[in-house]
């Protein structure tokens, strides 16, 4: 019940060696408890599970460090 879930897609991930380390420090750095981890076979798209309180700052996190950087 206490579940949420992130998707983070992008065609360029597969070409990114760190992308999954990219995207869990920063989350670590805020005392976010990651509770799954799930790559998609096309490895396009990574899968985040967090507890539910966490899930605006786990978006604002992964917003913050890869899209406001561009």
């Known amino acids: 019940d ?3 879930i992130t998707m ?3 065609e360029g991930m ?3 060696l760190t992308l999954c380390a990219s995207l869990l420090y ?3 750095k805020k005392d976010i408890s990651i509770q799954m981890i799930n790559q ?3 490895q396009i798209s990574i899968m985040i599970g967090t ?3 966490d899930k605006e700052t786990v978006i604002k ?3 913050d460090n890869f899209i406001a950087e561009d």
Do not use: E, F, N, Q
Request: glycine share 10%; charged share 35%.
């Open 2 to 4: 206490d579940y949420a």
């Open 40 to 42: 998609g076979a096309s």
């Open 14 to 16: 597969k070409d990114k």
């Open 51 to 53: 507890r539910r309180k």
């Open 26 to 28: 920063p989350l670590g």
């Open 61 to 63: 996190t992964i917003y």
């Open 8 to 10: 983070v897609v992008c």
